[in-house]
């Protein structure tokens, strides 16, 4: 009778321990593998998007004037053979990259059977613009002088600032987020999950930050 006690206690006290085991397994699991996928992005090499080249030809008008102040009016008469023009052929070259060393568990949600990944923010690699300087065209009336050095590098500053403008234009973000769903998606899919259940994207707020803030110049 004491043998059948013992044997019935043993057996409660196993089965107890089995319904232990079970309930804490998913939870463990959830938790191991947020972290074998932290681990995984953040080896992930540094992504980069195709390169862009963007060529633009900075045209400045230049007209001299007579003004001045005549019984309370003022005019302005643009001077006969008075105007000079440039062109400067400008080419710069832009790719978007994703930074994942510092990925953190802070951007990963789970959901139950979703999950969405927020990307770090990326950056936009601006190299060094060049100019074609053998194409400058420059057009001066007799009466004019030349653009001096001191004017052409302002007109060319206004060129580099219309190429970042252009690139906001290009959408870059959004290639490098494309590119971002490329490279992960086959190492969720090796740890089960399915591609209807992720969200790959940025972070809420990226939209209404300046797109200058997101400019790496490659000198």
């Not at 633009?56 to 001077?79: C, E, M, P, R, S």
């Not at 994703?98 to 936009?124: C, M, W, Y």
Request: proline share 3%.
């Amino acid at each position: 009778m004491i043998r059948k006690v013992i044997a019935l206690f043993l057996f409660v006290l196993v089965l107890t321990g089995c319904r232990h085991q079970n309930v804490s397994k998913p939870q463990e699991t959830a938790t191991d593998t947020t972290a074998m996928m932290v681990y995984q992005i953040q080896h992930c090499a540094k992504l980069y998007t195709q390169a862009y080249k963007l060529r633009k030809i900075v045209v400045y008008d230049d007209t001299a004037a007579l003004t001045g102040h005549v019984l309370g009016q003022d005019f302005k008469v643009n001077l006969p053979l008075g105007k000079r023009r440039i062109a400067i052929p400008m080419t710069a070259t832009a790719q978007a990259s994703i930074d994942f060393s510092h990925f953190s568990a802070t951007q990963v949600r789970r959901n139950g059977k979703k999950l969405e990944i927020i990307l770090p923010d990326p950056q936009v690699t601006l190299t060094a613009t060049t100019i074609d300087h053998e194409q400058v065209k420059e057009k001066v009336s007799w009466l004019r002088t030349r653009f001096s050095d001191e004017e052409r590098s302002r007109i060319e500053q206004q060129g580099r600032t219309a190429i970042v403008k252009s690139l906001e234009q290009m959408n870059l973000t959004e290639s490098a987020r494309q590119s971002a769903v490329q490279q992960l998606m086959p190492m969720l899919r090796q740890m089960g999950w399915s591609d209807d259940d992720v969200v790959i994207t940025f972070r809420d707020d990226l939209g209404n930050s300046p797109f200058e803030t997101l400019i790496r110049k490659n000198n």
